[in-house]
């Protein structure tokens, strides 16, 4: 068994209104100086040993990630 | 201005149903073989030079993280 850890974010350009509000609400509650904060969305898969990135991306692209608006980026290829 | 990057997932125990609902659709998908699915919350954030990890952890403990169902990580530190 391997394991991928994918991680989703919006492409740059796209609203990231979660995100400002997480920023808004850190302000809120003293931490100032915050710039920016970007959200996304982390997965961790188990799947059978040999399967190789290109079939870890298949997945990404046809369920995952949203192509039109995120982005996605795989570690433990 | 620093980077960091936080990964908050379910501690382990508690259901994690999006993460099987992705693991059944990736099946229904005809990608067999997938064990476990397990989902997440990403952020970066961008603090000020100087921060240290301990302002971060009271960030994450404060706002951004459920400390009874959630646990988090930090890269970047």
């Known amino acids: 068994m391997a394991t991928f850890r994918v ?3 919006l492409k740059p350009g796209i609203l990231d209104a979660q995100g ?4 808004r609400g850190l302000l809120a ?5 915050i710039q920016e ?3 996304g969305r982390y997965l961790e ?4 040993e040999g399967w190789g990135e290109e079939k870890i991306r298949a997945m990404c ?14 570690e433990g290829c």
């Open 20 to 23: 400002q509000a997480i920023r």
């Open 45 to 48: 898969i188990d799947v059978p």
């Open 61 to 74: 692209e046809g369920l995952l990630a949203h192509p039109l608006v995120e982005e996605y980026r795989l």
């Open 37 to 39: 904060v970007r959200t």
């Open 7 to 9: 991680i989703i974010t």
């Open 29 to 33: 509650l003293g931490f100032e100086g």
